[in-house]
């Protein structure tokens, strides 16, 4: 991996210290299901040995020594330090530390043994490296033969499911209240706003870490570095937020492009950009319109073949 990648990855998780009580606050609030579907989806046994990759605020480790009976360890690592601080306090107040390890550990090069985990779980992780084959190939090795593998992505369900129609109905409804100038949507709403008030600077980097690894490469991905692929699933949600400030939060902490440029911007262009922003929002509210966060996973479960 190359000193450009590795400073990449560091500089993505180092922009969300900042933010961290904020990022907790939402992800709590809206991944919490998600993170119980995939858990659901992984099949935790009461011995297993799990690993949670880019575990954040740790919404998906947390909740597995709430499984009955459940003796076994967890491990959760992350390169950001404020997250890993952030989610080892929240384990110390759940009484669940002594049951989970944090580490900061890059997920293209796992520091464990191989067969050293009984499943594999990912949340909203795997676009944030650059090289997802390495990641993955990773997670196999670090799996027993026969363990499970389930990786949730941020996405939009196949289209052809009926999901995918339901779904799509849910976004002509959406595109058509923002015609009418009734809804506003995160985070393209602030997306938007950000490139007309904080252009794009020539070292902006941190948000290269995103790319388009869309759902059937994937896993395509994930069979080609020797994993079994069983199912594949979808939940999607939307919610509604009550005032422009937390609407603000939420992009502002969830949106890695607007973290940067605000970080580098002058004083006067981040207080423009965040007044027209309520400005817009205030508008939309007084006419009785809504500010809406859609989110959802795609789930992909696969499994460690026994016979390599």
């Not at 570095?225 to 069983?230: D, S, T």
């Amino acid at each position: 991996m190359s000193n450009f990648n590795s400073n990449l990855k560091q500089q993505d998780a180092d922009s969300y210290d900042p933010v961290v009580s904020q990022f907790d606050h939402f992800t709590t609030r809206l991944s919490e299901p998600l993170a119980a579907h995939l858990l659901n989806l992984a099949g935790i046994s009461v011995s297993d040995r799990v690993l949670d990759v880019g575990t954040g605020t740790g919404v998906v480790a947390l909740q597995i020594p709430q499984f009955p009976g459940f003796r076994g360890r967890v491990a959760a690592i992350d390169l950001s330090e404020g997250m890993l601080a952030h989610a080892k306090h929240k384990a110390h107040q759940q009484g669940s530390d002594k049951i989970i390890d944090f580490y900061k550990m890059d997920a293209e090069k796992l520091d464990f043994e191989g067969s050293s985990f009984d499943k594999v779980v990912s949340l909203y992780a795997v676009h944030h490296f650059p090289s997802p084959k390495a990641a993955l190939s990773e997670m196999l090795r670090v799996l027993a033969p026969g363990g499970k593998l389930v990786i949730g992505v941020g996405s939009g369900p196949q289209l052809l499911s009926l999901s995918g129609i339901a779904a799509g109905f849910r976004h002509l409804k959406r595109e058509w209240l923002k015609l009418r100038g009734k809804q506003l949507v995160a985070p393209e709403f602030l997306n938007r706003l950000a490139e007309k008030h904080l252009p794009r600077m020539s070292a902006e980097s941190t948000h290269t870490v995103h790319h388009s690894l869309n759902n059937s490469n994937l896993c395509k991905l994930i069979k080609e570095v020797g994993f079994q692929l069983i199912a594949t699933d979808w939940q999607g949600h939307q919610a509604t937020l009550l005032t422009a400030e937390e609407f603000w939060e939420l992009q502002r902490t969830f949106s890695s492009t607007v973290r940067e440029r605000i970080s580098q911007a002058n004083k006067q262009n981040a207080e423009s950009l965040k007044a027209d922003f309520l400005q817009v929002c205030h508008q939309v509210q007084t006419s009785g319109g809504s500010l809406v966060y859609p989110y959802a996973a795609f789930f992909i479960v696969a499994q460690h073949p026994s016979h390599l």
